[in-house]
Every structure is written in C-alpha cells, then in structure tokens.
C-alpha cells in the first residue's frame, strides 16, 4: 500500500476503512492501532510526500520552460539560418527544383509548352515553305532572265546572216572577207546550239514551228559555210596571173612546169568542192575546164617549141576564154544561191 491509499485511507470515517481495506486486498479483521508516534510518523511521512510532489512538480514546470525556451532558439536558430541561406549550395539547388517543378508540373507544361511546340512547328512550316517559294521564284527569274538573253543573242547573230550571205556570194572574192565570214557562221552555229538546248526546258507557244525555224537555220548556217569552202577551193582553180605573160625570153621549160602544176592543183582542188545543189552544174563546168585547160596547156607548149608564135596566142586568148567562161558561169551560179537563201531568210521569224 503507498501514501496516497494509507492517507486515503485515514481520512475516511472508521465505518468504511474495513470497506477499503477490503478492496485493497487486506484482511477485514485487522485492527488499526493509532498511537501516537505512528500517527507523528505518518504525520511525517505525509508531508515527506506532499513536498516531493510540490519538489517533483516544480521540477516539471522548470523541465517544461527550459523545453520552450530551447524550442523558441531552436526556433530563432532555423529562422537566422533561413534569412542568411548559403549561396554556395544552395541556390543551385533552388534552381534546380525550380526547373524541376516546371517540368513535372503537367498543368504549367500544358499550358505553355504545347503552345509554344506547336507555335515553333508553325513557323518552321511557314519558314520553309516561303524559302522553298522564293528559290523556286529566283529560280524561274533566272532561267527566264537567261532564256530572254539567249533569244536575243541568237537573234542578233541570225540578223548577220544576211550581210555574210552577201560575202559568200559576192564576185569579188576577199580571202579576209571569206576567213571573217566563216569565223562569224561558227559563232551562230554556237549559238544556235546554246538555244536549241535553253528551249527544250522552255513552255512556249507553236514550239514545234520555232523548232522547224531553228532546224532551218541549222541547214542555212551549213550551206553558207560549205559554200565559203567552194569559195576558198575555187579560188586556186586554174589560176595563172601571171604565167600567160608570154614573150621573147620566156622559158619555154619553166612554163611547161608552170602550167604542168597549175593543172594538178586545180584538179586537186575541184576534188574537194563540197556538194552543193546550186553549184552542182558548177561543179561539173569545172571538170569539164580542167579537161579543156590539159589540153590547151600542152597544145601552147608545143606551138612555142615549134616557134608557132600566132598559134600561141591563139591558145593563151582560148586558155583564159576557158576560165573566163567558168567564171561566169560561178557568178550565175552565185546569183542563183543569194537569192533562193534571201528568201528563205526573210521568212524566217525572230525566234521566241
């Protein structure tokens, strides 16, 4: 039994102390003595008790301030430490929770994020597109800007044609005249070729008349140059200057050598006369010369041998009569030539 169930116990009325001593498991027959010094000693024991629980009770509240004021620095210590963080560790750290809740934050990614992806698809769409439309348009500005020169180079040299027809044909034979002619047909011929390559990734109108033109064109550039070739070949047929020039101290010997290689030039050279349709009785005019100058070539160094100086003279007047004949014809022939092509020239169009 401790103090709190004896002073309990002496506090209640003598009629229910056996009640309690009963409850307390005591016997009910026990006799409680009260003598004096028990009762000085319980008297003692009491207040013994009520001071350790005034002291234990002290104690508690002093426990319990020292437990505040050591929570309220505990306190103070966290809010001195949270008003002066350290910036070396941990603002980084802050940083890097920041740009983790925006990235784990579903509703700020949806609201921003998908907008802006799809505002930078948007433009990257509408960039691309517009760059591809303005290479394409530069493209075509191009191509058109260099199909429009090309035209109109390939027209200004097929506007020369005219005046190198003129040279082909003229009587008067110009070796430098011929050279620069011939020099100029390459030149068209170039460019004919230049725009007949430009014109096949063109869309033009009737462009299978601009074709037919161009093809044309093709076969006048060709006959020109071919008849500046008969021009340059012709021009060493039966050539004689000055070795018809006969008189006293002529050496009969020289000039048989003379006319002997006159006549195998010119043989050689009328071999090699391109084939042209308007010249074609040309052609044959000249073999037909070279046979009758053979004969006369031989005839007048016999007569000047046998001193037959009239017919001599007869058979020089009969040699140039012979290339004369054959040069007339060449003029005929020339005259045909320039006016079939001045024809076909006038109704050919500028080309597109």
């Known amino acids: 039994m401790n103090i709190r169930d004896y002073l309990f116990i002496k506090k209640a009325k003598s009629s229910n102390k056996i009640k309690i001593l009963d409850v307390l498991g005591f016997e009910t027959d026990t006799t409680i003595i009260q003598t004096p010094d028990i009762i000085k000693e319980m008297d003692n024991i009491r207040m013994t008790s009520e001071l350790e629980m005034v002291d234990v009770e ?21 809010d ?57 348009r530069n493209t075509d500005i191009e191509n058109e800007t260099i199909a429009i020169s090309i035209s109109k180079e390939t027209n200004d040299k097929i ?3 005219s005046e190198l027809l003129n040279v082909a044909t003229n009587p008067f034979y110009s070796r430098y005249d011929v050279s620069n002619a011939s020099a100029n047909l390459q030149v068209i011929e170039a460019s004919l070729l230049q725009y007949q390559e430009n014109i096949e990734n063109r ?12 093809n044309l064109l093709f076969d006048v550039v060709k006959t020109l140059d071919q008849l500046i ?3 340059i070949m012709h021009s060493e047929i039966l050539i004689y200057e000055e070795t018809l020039d006969i008189n006293e101290d002529t050496d ?16 050689l050279n009328a071999e090699t006369l391109p084939e042209l349709n308007e010249l074609k009785n040309h052609k044959e005019l000249v073999s037909s010369a070279l046979i009758t100058a053979q004969d006369l070539h031989g005839r007048l160094v ?11 003279t007869t058979l020089i007047s009969a040699i140039k009569f012979n290339k004369e004949s054959e040069i007339a014809f060449f003029n ?16 050919i169009e500028d080309l597109p």
Do not use: C, H, M
Request: net charge negative; glycine share 2%; proline share 2%.
């Open 252 to 267: 009969i010997d020289t000039l048989a050598a003379q006319l002997s290689l006159i006549g195998a030039k010119s043989n």
């Open 159 to 161: 506007n020369q044609l």
């Open 80 to 136: 001195q430490e949270n008003s002066n963080p350290n910036t070396e560790t941990f603002v980084p750290l802050n940083i890097t929770s920041q740009i983790k809740k925006i990235w784990t934050d579903l509703e700020i990614r949806r609201k921003w994020i998908t907008p802006a992806l799809f505002t930078i698809a948007t433009i990257s769409i509408i960039s691309f597109a517009s760059i591809f439309i303005i290479n394409i």
């Open 302 to 312: 016999a007569s000047l041998r046998n001193n037959e100086n009239e017919v001599a």
């Open 203 to 214: 869309d033009i109108e009737n462009k299978e008349n601009v074709l037919s033109s161009l």
């Open 58 to 78: 002290v104690e508690s509240t002093q426990i319990g301030q020292e437990l505040v004021i050591t929570n309220e620095d505990l306190f103070n210590t966290q």
């Open 229 to 231: 070739t008969y021009r």
């Open 332 to 347: 005929n022939s020339l005259e045909i030539f320039k006016q079939n092509y001045e024809n076909i020239l006038e109704n």
